[in-house]
């Protein structure tokens, strides 16, 4: 509590004050609703390409009688997709910190999905108000993750998108037996219509929590991290294959990496960097037919649609020893595709698979399949149930 207290900003004091001026009219607009309680969903606040917009979608289009808002900032490139849905809100607005007093749900895809971290935070785990909230999740929970655990959330739902992943979250973060549901991502059901482009390669490597909010360019361009993935886009036999072959790689680096994303040094015209907010990563999920990462979570997605996928992880022990703690899932025993340890050999597996039509392996199928008990279009279908029935699917 005092380590919270003293990362309080005078925007926070603003937010509690805000808070207190809100609550009367949450109290009104809550009352009013009694009979058709709101629902306000949300993601980040410049988002709507996740879980959030899925299941907001959803709701909006087959239970239109519903009370169902999305907060976002409507100067975002994100708002024109959803503006078309209507009951919008614009977050961090008055209106915002009402209808999160007031709704019967709070729904989003991070910790944040509030007007006022900070102030939620505190009002959510030391007073223990409100927890009414529904975590969707954007991505799949293999790591043990102590933010996640009960004592630091309170979730009303915690939404899991697969079967162990349930197991492991109901056994180990301490939640009650009921807060915990699988009913898989709302934004599976949009992963059913592949639009495959056979010359497309994605590379999508996840961040890491040592590279503070300090770090500078230089002392990026010297960590191993830049220094391996700069190596391995420029590799002489990765690109001459690329270009015989007529395949794009399109390297798409995670949204806390992309301040140094002017340190790579790209010297083929076949590969491809990411660098604006529009692109939609689902899309590109679809459209591509093998994935790259390292320990990215969005490998799921892939294996979800049964496409191949390889590991690059070349830091693992100092992944586990400063990022996260390994979970559940092992990816040398579970993974959905090889574990490569070295360049040479990721570019020998990534051609192998080019050449083979990017067939999978039927050890690694077999796994895709164990992993996903539900494969089908209505994971958004089952979290309204939940919500709306209390219906347990596990």
Same mark, same amino acid.
Not at 89 to 100: A, D, P, V
């Given at each position: 509590? &005092?380590?919270?207290?003293?990362?309080?900003?005078?925007?926070?004091?603003?937010?509690? @004050?805000?808070?207190?001026?809100?609550?009367?009219?949450?109290?009104?607009?809550?009352?009013?609703?009694?009979?058709?309680?709101?629902?306000?969903?949300?993601? &980040?606040?410049?988002?709507?390409?996740?879980?959030?917009?899925?299941? @907001?979608?959803?709701?909006?289009?087959?239970?239109?009688?519903?009370?169902?808002?999305?907060?976002?900032?409507?100067?975002?490139?994100?708002?024109?997709?959803?503006?078309?849905?209507?009951?919008?809100?614009?977050?961090?607005?008055?209106?915002?910190?009402?209808?999160?007093?007031?709704?019967?749900?709070?729904?989003?895809?991070?910790?944040?999905?509030?007007?006022?971290?900070?102030? @939620?935070?505190?009002?959510?785990?030391?007073?223990?108000?409100?927890?009414?909230?529904? @975590?969707?999740?954007?991505?799949?929970?293999?790591?043990?993750?102590?933010?996640?655990?009960?004592?630091?959330?309170?979730?009303?739902?915690?939404?899991?998108?697969?079967?162990?992943?349930?197991?492991?979250?109901?056994?180990?973060?301490?939640?009650?037996?009921?807060?915990?549901?699988?009913?898989?991502?709302?934004?599976?059901?949009?992963?059913?219509?592949?639009?495959?482009?056979?010359?497309?390669? &994605?590379?999508?490597?996840?961040?890491?929590?040592?590279?503070?909010?300090?770090?500078?360019?230089?002392?990026?361009?010297?960590?191993?991290?830049?220094?391996?993935?700069?190596?391995?886009?420029?590799?002489?036999?990765?690109?001459?294959?690329?270009?015989?072959?007529?395949?794009?790689?399109?390297?798409?680096?995670?949204?806390?990496?992309?301040?140094?994303?002017?340190?790579?040094?790209?010297?083929?015209?076949?590969?491809?960097?990411?660098?604006?907010?529009?692109?939609?990563?689902?899309?590109?999920?679809?459209?591509?037919? &093998?994935?790259?990462?390292?320990?990215?979570?969005?490998?799921?997605?892939?294996?979800?649609?049964?496409?191949?996928?390889?590991?690059?992880?070349?830091?693992?022990?100092?992944?586990?020893?400063?990022?996260?703690?390994?979970?559940?899932?092992?990816?040398?025993?579970?993974?959905?595709?090889?574990?490569?340890?070295?360049?040479?050999?990721?570019?020998?597996?990534?051609?192998?698979?080019?050449?083979?039509?990017?067939?999978?392996?039927?050890?690694?199928?077999?796994?895709?399949?164990?992993?996903?008990?539900?494969?089908?279009?209505?994971?958004?279908?089952?979290?309204?149930?939940?919500?709306?029935?209390?219906?347990?699917?596990?």
């Amino acid at each position: 509590m &005092l380590q919270k207290i003293k990362k309080v900003k005078i925007k926070d004091l603003l937010g509690f @004050f805000i808070l207190i001026v809100a609550f009367p009219f949450a109290l009104v607009v809550k009352i009013k609703n009694r009979n058709n309680p709101i629902w306000l969903v949300c993601e &980040l606040k410049n988002t709507c390409r996740d879980n959030g917009y899925h299941f @907001f979608k959803y709701v909006r289009i087959n239970h239109p009688n519903v009370k169902c808002y999305y907060a976002i900032n409507k100067k975002c490139i994100d708002y024109n997709k959803i503006a078309e849905y209507k009951n919008i809100i614009q977050f961090g607005s008055f209106k915002h910190w009402i209808y999160y007093l007031a709704s019967e749900y709070n729904i989003s895809t991070h910790k944040e999905g509030n007007p006022n971290h900070t102030v @939620f935070t505190i009002v959510h785990l030391y007073f223990h108000l409100l927890n009414n909230r529904v @975590f969707l999740q954007h991505g799949i929970t293999k790591d043990n993750v102590p933010m996640f655990y009960y004592k630091n959330t309170y979730f009303k739902y915690f939404i899991c998108g697969a079967k162990r992943e349930y197991e492991y979250i109901k056994d180990v973060f301490g939640y009650p037996k009921e807060n915990v549901v699988y009913t898989g991502f709302a934004r599976f059901d949009n992963l059913h219509d592949k639009k495959v482009n056979r010359k497309k390669i &994605l590379l999508i490597p996840t961040w890491r929590r040592w590279f503070e909010l300090e770090t500078s360019e230089n002392e990026f361009i010297e960590s191993e991290y830049y220094q391996r993935w700069n190596e391995f886009i420029n590799d002489k036999e990765l690109v001459e294959f690329l270009e015989k072959e007529n395949l794009e790689l399109i390297f798409y680096p995670h949204y806390q990496m992309k301040k140094f994303i002017n340190c790579f040094n790209v010297k083929s015209k076949n590969i491809n960097i990411i660098v604006n907010d529009n692109v939609d990563i689902q899309q590109l999920l679809k459209e591509c037919n &093998l994935m790259i990462t390292d320990y990215s979570s969005v490998y799921m997605d892939f294996a979800y649609m049964r496409k191949p996928v390889i590991y690059y992880q070349f830091d693992y022990n100092k992944y586990r020893n400063s990022h996260l703690l390994e979970g559940y899932f092992d990816y040398k025993t579970d993974g959905f595709g090889k574990v490569c340890n070295s360049k040479n050999e990721l570019v020998k597996q990534i051609i192998k698979y080019c050449k083979n039509e990017f067939e999978i392996e039927e050890e690694y199928i077999t796994r895709m399949d164990d992993f996903f008990e539900y494969s089908d279009t209505k994971n958004c279908e089952r979290i309204y149930d939940v919500l709306k029935k209390g219906r347990q699917y596990a």
